[in-house]
């Protein structure tokens, strides 16, 4: 993470503690002092992270049946109150993007590509992964979301389906970069497969500039058995 003032920044004249405390929240290094200084100016405390608390992160799952509804273990639909925290919104396609890596199967003497064609049979389940970055009043800066859809059967993960992330909830000063930073999924069918995908995100000020940028990232791999887990951070 990065310091990097603005020219308007620097012809206001920002405060040189603050802009040092702000690099250390950025690059990791902060103290209480760089806390407590934070806190104490309400229009910073409402839009920078706050170091202190752990990113809130939580993972949604369901089955999908063959008619596209997300249904439950017993194939029940799922309550309608629930279905935003499992499914993606409707303007994202799911569809590879330019830069999408497909990488070997992590079995070994799998296949090392794989392909998206229809495939019948098996199960198909949507995992979708949030990050929840706030701020040291509490107000959401800016949502991570990973999707994941896969089939599984047979002890093998089949097929992947739907892909994609997004940024939400975004804060004024949340700045996104256009394209993902990482981009990859690793080669179907095998006992195991995963999906990552990392953006770039900056958090940018008045006064102070772009004090920090940060990567969001969540790479969930999935099994054959269905079971899923995930990694991630910033």
Known sequence: MTLNPSAQAAESGPDPKVAAALQRH???????????????????????????????????EALINQNGQAVESNGKPLPASELDDVLPPHHLTGLPKPGEVILPAEDDGAPTVSTRAAITGGTWKMTHVTHTHRSYLGNVIYKYHHWAEFNYGGGKVRAWRFRDDDITNANEIVNVGDRRIVDSRTATPAASATSKMKRKVELCVLKYGCYSTMYPYVYTTVKGTGRTSFTSGV
């Open 26 to 60: 950025a690059d990791g290094t902060w103290t209480q002092a760089d806390v407590d200084l934070i806190r104490s100016i309400p229009e910073l405390a409402a839009v920078v992270v706050d170091p202190t608390k752990p990113v809130e992160v939580t993972t949604k």
